[in-house]
């Protein structure tokens, strides 16, 4: 699994970002957390508002999301994915 947090280095990206690799250590789900902060490949994913949260390359959250919030998506993702 790739997880991407989509933002220009706010502090709401950061934190998203710290969150995800949280809720990923948390979990224990295998996957790569990576930090796209590059304007030209964020408006590849034809998102408006900032942070998003993409998995796999398709967008699955957009703002801000807590600790528990990232832990539904994600769960919620890796049952789909049995």
């Known amino acids: 699994?790739?997880?991407?947090?989509?933002?220009?280095?706010?502090p709401r990206c950061k934190t998203l970002f710290q969150?995800?690799?949280?809720?990923?250590?948390?979990?224990?789900?295998?996957?790569?957390?990576?930090?796209?902060?590059d304007l030209t490949n964020i408006m590849n994913y034809n998102v408006m508002s900032l942070p998003a949260l993409v998995v796999d390359e398709k967008v699955v959250a957009?703002?801000?999301m807590n600790l528990s919030e990232v832990k539904e998506v994600l769960t919620k993702i890796k049952e789909n994915q049995k």
């Open 1 to 10: 699994m790739v997880i991407k947090i989509l933002g220009t280095g706010c």
């Open 19 to 37: 969150t995800v690799e949280k809720a990923v250590a948390e979990l224990g789900i295998d996957a790569e957390v990576i930090k796209e902060e």
């Open 62 to 64: 957009k703002g801000p």
